[in-house]
Nanobody, 127 residues
């Protein structure tokens, strides 16, 4: 079992940056593949970015590629999402997710592939 707590959300103007953090407790995060998802009002939860257990492989949705970067610090049991060049379409609740991974190189991109979820942090981008 692992507990996930997101932080770092807030209100930012278009073109600005935010850095989200996801702190894990309960078990060492180094055994988990991790991901970030987001959900805007009236929309389904969508994939944003994922990182493999080792941190060596990452993947981002086309909508954020080149603007968002996922990273992890297993020593700190924390995963990050650096978000640059934010625009109003990025407004959503951002969720951190985790699942145990048998491979250090695999990442996961589907909602149903993840076992654990945080409560989410709101990101609002004003125009």
């Amino acid at each position: 079992q692992v507990q996930l707590v997101e932080s770092g959300g807030g209100l930012v103007q278009a073109g600005g940056s935010l850095r989200l953090s996801c702190a894990a407790s309960g078990r060492t995060v180094s055994i988990y593949g991790m991901g970030w998802f987001r959900q805007a009002p009236g929309k389904e939860r969508e994939f944003v970015a994922a990182i493999s257990r080792s941190g060596g492989n990452t993947y981002s949705a086309d909508s954020v590629k080149g603007r968002f970067t996922i990273s992890r610090d297993n020593a700190k049991n924390t995963v990050y999402l650096q978000m640059n060049s934010l625009n109003p379409e990025d407004t959503a609740v951002y969720y951190c997710a985790a699942r145990q991974s048998v491979s250090g190189s695999i990442y996961y991109t589907l909602v149903d592939e993840y076992w654990y979820w945080g409560q989410g942090t709101q990101v609002t981008v004003s125009s």
